[in-house]
């Protein structure tokens, strides 16, 4: 990197209507093209990579102070003390060690005060603090401010029109556009956000998509997509989630401050005009509609539709895994994978389905399922789980719904894997007794950096589980999705030819998919 030369500052401020409040701030690659810069306005301390192009910006502004702190959010919990430190090494699995395990969340915050020249008596010796890494583009956009655009030849970021980005990270591949108002975020490797869409302290992680609505205090994990105006996502975890209109959640009880969180658990959606209020925990791959208000923890009971009117909330467990709707999901995210595998820092995906982490919740809910069938209903034939309400009969369903679940793999598979715990890790399956094993070597000093330790990670991923295709339990499986489909053509807005082609590829397509993106 170098600073600018006379002639290449001449040629800035006259060709190429450019503004420098000092452009002995301005530091470019020792290739920088004059012409890669149009129109733009430059304060404070900024750095360019090579063949980054920025043109018809209003402001692009680095802080100048010496020993800046680290920018250290708090997800979740938007009252909370801080537990995200962004840096340019983050991934949703390193996001997730910070959260859950204080030793990872003080390695990176000390890495990232010695980046940022906490530990150093020279300005010159610290990371500027606004970056924009070589094939970036940047352009239209309002104002910049101490981000980090990271960007490469084959993974390059944008930023467009009118967008207002200010203390945030981004990953390779990101794209920021049309109106984005963006505060104090990560937006991750091929993630899009667009359509005026505003976010503060939030996480976005691989193919997530998010247009129109906002965010704030959000985990929005690998292939969380909302699109419509009047949706807010806070203070949750989301991933492979889909947002219907008008989806928001509570985390302000007008009490203690804004200080609940809840997790709606891979796979899981929300129909329009959903609301839940946090704390609430919903299962994988489950459904939510209406109003929820017992703060239920559903973890255990997957699959489910989940209805609330505000006042009560019927679950029925099980009952998704029948639905066309799963069936493609589980099927597209593998195929909408739109990174490149050469970033050294990528969020770890396991595609896998089933996979132990789903199987342990749903060996769980029929066990719990089948507890409560062995007592009396009440007089209305119901039962009471986690303040909400289980039909006699919903029960009986759920726990068929589980066996095909349970039947999907080889029973060795199963039973080999049925005696560990399993977390998701915003995305990654890996058994807890591993990460815990990953945690020591940070807490006695084994793992001293955060490129040791995401080195590390990858190691975590658990074996693949192969779906038995020649079992009863796939066949049945089939059955119940196609028995959807037909119930969705019966409706009169599916052509015979849909019908037809889509139950086709059930009998030849697989589930199961060995993709674990490293």
């Given at each position: 990197?170098?600073?600018?030369?006379?002639?290449?500052?001449?040629?800035?401020?006259?060709?190429?209507?450019?503004?420098?409040?000092?452009?002995?701030?301005?530091?470019?690659?020792?290739?920088?093209?004059?012409?890669?810069?149009?129109?733009?306005?430059?304060?404070?301390?900024?750095?360019?990579?090579?063949?980054?192009?920025?043109?018809d910006v209003k402001m692009i502004k680095?802080?100048?102070?010496?020993?800046?702190?680290?920018?250290?959010?708090?997800?979740?919990?938007?009252?909370?003390?801080?537990?995200?430190?962004?840096?340019?090494?983050?991934?949703?699995?390193?996001?997730?060690?910070?959260?859950?395990?204080?030793?990872?969340?003080?390695?990176?915050?000390?890495?990232?005060?010695?980046?940022?020249?906490?530990?150093?008596?020279?300005?010159?010796?610290?990371?500027?603090?606004?970056?924009?890494?070589?094939?970036?583009?940047?352009?239209?956009?309002?104002?910049?401010?101490?981000?980090?655009?990271?960007?490469?030849?084959?993974?390059?970021?944008?930023?467009?029109?009118?967008?207002?980005?200010?203390?945030?990270?981004?990953?390779?591949?990101?794209?920021?556009?049309?109106?984005?108002?963006?505060?104090?975020?990560?937006?991750?490797?091929?993630?899009?956000?667009?359509?005026?869409?505003?976010a503060e302290a939030s996480l976005f992680?691989?193919?997530?998509?998010?247009?129109?609505?906002?965010?704030?205090?959000?985990?929005?994990?690998?292939?969380?997509?909302?699109?419509?105006?009047?949706?807010?996502?806070?203070?949750?975890?989301?991933?492979?989630?889909?947002?219907?209109?008008?989806?928001?959640?509570?985390?302000?009880?007008?009490?203690?401050?804004?200080?609940?969180?809840?997790?709606?658990?891979?796979?899981?959606?929300?129909?329009?005009?959903?609301?839940?209020?946090?704390?609430?925990?919903i299962g994988v791959f489950s459904m939510?509609?209406?109003?929820?208000?017992?703060?239920?923890?559903?973890?255990?009971?997957?699959?489910?539709?989940?209805?609330?009117?505000?006042?009560?909330?019927?679950?029925?467990?099980?009952?998704?895994?029948?639905?066309?709707?799963?069936?493609?999901?589980?099927?597209?995210?593998?195929?909408?994978?739109?990174?490149?595998?050469?970033?050294?820092?990528?969020?770890?995906?396991?595609?896998?389905?089933?996979?132990?982490?789903?199987?342990?919740?749903?060996?769980?809910?029929?066990?719990?399922?089948?507890?409560?069938?062995?007592?009396?209903?009440?007089?209305?034939?119901?039962?009471?789980?986690?303040?909400?309400?289980?039909?006699?009969?919903?029960?009986?369903?759920?726990?068929?719904?589980?066996?095909?679940?349970?039947?999907?793999?080889?029973?060795?598979?199963?039973?080999?894997?049925?005696?560990?715990?399993?977390?998701?890790?915003?995305?990654?399956?890996?058994?807890?007794?591993?990460?815990?094993?990953?945690?020591?070597?940070?807490?006695?000093?084994?793992?001293?950096?955060?490129?040791?330790?995401?080195?590390?990670?990858?190691?975590?991923?658990?074996?693949?589980?192969?779906?038995?295709?020649?079992?009863?339990?796939?066949?049945?499986?089939?059955?119940?999705?196609?028995?959807?489909?037909?119930?969705?053509?019966?409706?009169?807005?599916?052509?015979?030819?849909?019908?037809?082609?889509?139950?086709?590829?059930?009998?030849?397509?697989?589930?199961?998919?060995?993709?674990?993106?490293?």
């Amino acid at each position: 990197m170098r600073h600018l030369n006379k002639i290449e500052i001449e040629q800035l401020s006259t060709q190429q209507r450019c503004w420098a409040e000092d452009w002995n701030n301005i530091i470019v690659a020792d290739d920088f093209q004059v012409s890669s810069l149009r129109n733009s306005n430059f304060y404070g301390r900024v750095q360019i990579g090579s063949c980054a192009t920025i043109t018809d910006v209003k402001m692009i502004k680095g802080s100048m102070s010496q020993g800046n702190k680290p920018n250290v959010i708090s997800v979740l919990n938007e009252g909370g003390d801080g537990n995200v430190v962004l840096c340019p090494q983050l991934t949703a699995q390193l996001a997730w060690l910070m959260i859950n395990h204080k030793p990872v969340f003080e390695l990176c915050l000390k890495e990232e005060s010695k980046a940022q020249g906490m530990v150093s008596e020279s300005v010159s010796e610290s990371r500027p603090r606004m970056i924009v890494c070589d094939y970036a583009k940047i352009e239209g956009a309002s104002k910049i401010v101490d981000c980090i655009i990271q960007s490469s030849q084959d993974s390059p970021t944008y930023v467009g029109a009118d967008v207002i980005m200010e203390k945030c990270v981004t990953a390779c591949g990101a794209e920021v556009t049309d109106a984005a108002k963006v505060y104090e975020c990560f937006v991750g490797e091929a993630v899009h956000i667009g359509k005026a869409f505003s976010a503060e302290a939030s996480l976005f992680f691989a193919n997530a998509y998010m247009d129109n609505g906002e965010a704030c205090a959000a985990v929005c994990g690998p292939f969380a997509c909302s699109h419509h105006k009047s949706t807010l996502l806070i203070g949750g975890e989301f991933s492979f989630y889909n947002a219907g209109s008008n989806t928001n959640q509570s985390n302000h009880a007008y009490k203690m401050g804004p200080i609940h969180w809840g997790t709606l658990q891979r796979g899981a959606k929300t129909a329009s005009g959903c609301h839940i209020l946090w704390p609430a925990t919903i299962g994988v791959f489950s459904m939510v509609m209406g109003k929820v208000v017992q703060h239920p923890d559903l973890s255990n009971l997957p699959f489910s539709y989940v209805f609330g009117d505000g006042n009560k909330t019927y679950v029925y467990p099980g009952t998704n895994i029948k639905t066309v709707g799963t069936w493609r999901d589980v099927n597209k995210w593998p195929t909408r994978d739109k990174r490149n595998n050469s970033q050294p820092y990528q969020d770890l995906i396991t595609f896998d389905f089933p996979n132990p982490y789903i199987l342990q919740y749903v060996a769980e809910g029929k066990k719990i399922l089948q507890t409560l069938l062995t007592t009396p209903a009440d007089e209305n034939n119901e039962y009471i789980y986690e303040g909400c309400i289980i039909k006699k009969k919903a029960a009986e369903k759920g726990i068929k719904y589980y066996d095909i679940i349970l039947g999907l793999t080889r029973k060795s598979e199963s039973a080999s894997e049925s005696e560990s715990s399993y977390v998701d890790m915003f995305g990654f399956i890996a058994k807890e007794s591993a990460v815990e094993n990953l945690i020591l070597k940070v807490g006695n000093g084994k793992i001293t950096s955060i490129d040791d330790l995401c080195a590390e990670i990858p190691s975590l991923a658990v074996p693949q589980m192969t779906i038995d295709k020649e079992g009863e339990a796939y066949r049945q499986w089939l059955e119940l999705i196609e028995r959807d489909a037909r119930k969705e053509f019966n409706m009169g807005d599916v052509s015979e030819e849909q019908l037809h082609d889509f139950i086709s590829k059930l009998q030849w397509k697989t589930s199961n998919h060995l993709l674990h993106k490293q």
